[in-house]
């Protein structure tokens, strides 16, 4: 008896969200809010750490933000995609 298995595409772990940002004269970016595909926009209470870094869950590197909003903390990045710069969360 031949057992047919299903194909499935692992779901990304990458959300790609859009982002409102500060540009500083001394060129640091500074995320302020970000809206995910349903909308809905979220501002940021506070950038907690800036630094280059992977992205262990969801793959690629970049710019690693530690943010809170309220009294959740997470990662956001920034990463070049070939030129453009994209922005990220990880699925949980």
Do not use: C
């Amino acid at each position: 008896m031949n057992k047919v298995q299903k194909k499935t595409t692992p779901r990304s772990s990458k959300i790609y969200i859009e982002v409102n940002v500060d540009y500083k004269t001394d060129g640091s970016i500074i995320p302020r809010s970000f809206s995910l595909d349903d909308g809905e926009t979220y501002s940021i209470d506070k950038v907690l750490d800036i630094r280059p870094a992977a992205s262990l869950k969801a793959g690629g590197a970049g710019i690693r933000y530690k943010v809170r909003i309220a009294k959740h903390e997470f990662f956001m990045f920034l990463e070049d995609d070939h030129g453009v710069d994209r922005w990220f969360m990880e699925r949980s």
